[in-house]
């Protein structure tokens, strides 16, 4: 297992003068015990008997990430989800096979991008959304986010790759209302902001030079609900399993960009 650096705490930015890129967690409490899974460093070969095995044990994916054209995965058996498949695709993002998935009613559930181009996209049923699109562009697409809302739809995953962004959005995805933050360090106060208006992180992703979060407010209002986010340099295994005794679990991970 791989130790992460402790030099920071949740809430705690330290500047590192220079660009800084590190692994983004959010930590979400949970009523119950959740049996959660973490892997790291998978290359494409090993996806495959990790996921499988993953189902036997009743196990979805949750979310996913990339680092140094290597895979993570959080897969954990409280996603409601009923059935997942999955597509490594040397393409941001494989269109053709993504339609292909919603044709059958599986939805886009977590998505991530490598450096060198691919993508990981995991589409499940199951689901609370309806209808999806999905935007590739090479910056952040604010513009055409706010349409979306406009129409019904809220951000429901993010991925990277290189300098490139994909957004996902999605009706009947549980939200009332909706915020995004992008900076080129972790907006800590922006986001402790949003925390007490009633927000909660709901999707994460980021580059070498921006890291964005999406805060959404729930239709049904979560009690005493309290976030916590890390930022570690290596993948916060140490992290994941302290809070695990918790009865905290991983909800979003990113690896990009965190200081200034």
Not at 70 to 96: C, K, N
Not at 134 to 146: A, G, H, L, R
Not at 233 to 249: D, H, L, M, Q, V
């Amino acid at each position: 297992m791989e130790e992460e650096n402790n030099e920071e705490q949740p809430q705690k930015r330290i500047s590192m003068g220079s660009p800084a890129t590190k692994w983004i967690s959010v930590f979400d409490p949970s009523d119950k015990v959740t049996k959660q899974r973490y892997h790291f460093n998978v290359e494409d070969s090993r996806l495959s008997p990790k996921i499988e095995k993953g189902k036997e044990d009743g196990l979805f994916i949750s979310s996913v990430a990339s680092c140094s054209n290597l895979w993570a995965l959080i897969m954990d058996d409280g996603t409601g989800f009923s059935d997942q498949v999955y597509d490594v695709s040397p393409f941001f993002l494989h269109e053709e096979w993504i339609k292909k998935q919603w044709a059958k009613d599986f939805y886009i559930t977590a998505i991530a991008g490598a450096e060198d181009g691919s993508s990981l996209v995991v589409m499940s049923k199951g689901t609370k959304s309806f209808y999806q699109i999905y935007k590739v562009n090479d910056s952040f697409p604010f513009k055409w986010i706010k349409e979306k809302w406009e129409q019904g739809y809220f951000v429901t995953a993010m991925a990277t790759s290189g300098s490139r962004w994909a957004i996902v959005v999605s009706k009947g995805a549980g939200f009332s209302e909706q915020f995004v933050e992008v900076d080129s360090k972790y907006p800590s106060e922006l986001i402790r902001e949003r925390w007490k208006s009633g927000c909660f992180i709901t999707a994460a992703a980021a580059t070498v030079d921006q890291a964005a979060f999406v805060l959404s407010v729930p239709r049904l209002e979560p009690a005493n609900h309290e976030q916590e986010t890390y930022r570690t340099s290596g993948f916060p295994a140490k992290k994941i399993e302290e809070n695990w005794e918790r009865n905290y679990y991983v909800t979003s991970i990113c690896y990009g960009r965190t200081d200034s």
